[in-house]
């Protein structure tokens, strides 16, 4: 069993930045691919940025490249989601997501998942 605690979350004005933290615990294996994904009220929860091995390999969504940065510390099994240039249609309830063995931005390819932690973005 993994288990996932995010934090970093927030209320951030839009332009503004926030990080994300995810940390991992368990049986995990750092050569599999940990990701981000993100549920705002009303919409079904969708991909924002996923990482394999090292974290050398990255996938965004087409709406946060650019903008957001995934890394991966294995020394502490811990992924990270740089936010810049936040825009209100950002916020959401983030997750963090573990256990595919490839990178991937489908949901049901994932095993485990953090509590999630909500990022509001104001105009």
């Known amino acids: 069993q993994v288990q996932l605690v995010e934090s970093g979350g927030g209320l951030v004005q839009a332009g503004g930045s926030l990080r994300l933290s995810c940390t991992a615990s368990?049986?995990?294996?750092?050569?599999?691919?940990m990701g981000w994904f993100r549920q705002a009220p009303g919409k079904e929860r969708e991909f924002v940025a996923a990482t394999r091995g090292s974290g050398a390999i990255t996938y965004y969504a087409d709406s946060v490249k650019g903008r957001f940065t995934i890394s991966r510390d294995n020394t502490k099994n811990t992924v990270y989601l740089q936010m810049n240039s936040l825009k209100p249609e950002d916020t959401a309830v983030y997750y963090c997501?573990?256990?595919?063995?490839?990178?991937?931005?489908?949901?049901?390819?994932?095993?485990?998942w953090g509590q999630g932690t909500q990022v509001t973005v104001s105009s």
């Open positions: 368990g049986r995990t294996f750092s050569g599999n691919a």
């Open positions: 997501a573990s256990g595919a063995t490839i990178i991937s931005r489908e949901v049901s390819r994932y095993d485990y």
